[in-house]
């Protein structure tokens, strides 16, 4: 599903590339230009990431590697599209691609923090040693 959503979503980008003009489109020309780049890439990395992580790491159930792949595939659609941006507006420079690399790390790192928390912190029932 993923995989066919991903194959619509490229042939909308390459539709919005060739068939509007971004110069005559104005924001939303470049809207839809950015939103259909990113779910492209979303799909494509979420399904690579799976089918590679799924192989990989065999007795993790799919799902779970499903879920990790989709969250950095919407980092990495981020950061291209932002690159992209960047690029458009003549603002692209190594040390700000690393400023949001390094903003992209900390979200995940805040993500995976909270997400250890909620296993180390598991509700005990004390009513039974009452």
Known sequence: LMGSASLIAWGAWIFVLFSIDPT??????LLFFY???SLSIVGTVTVIGTILRAKTQKEIPVFRHVIKSFRHSIWFAVLLSIC???LANQLFVWWMVMLIVLLLAVIELIIISSQIKKVVSLPVDDS???
């Open 128 to 130: 039974e040693h009452i």
């Open 24 to 29: 005559r489109a104005g924001y939303l020309g």
């Open 84 to 86: 992209l941006i960047l």
């Open 35 to 37: 939103l259909t780049f």
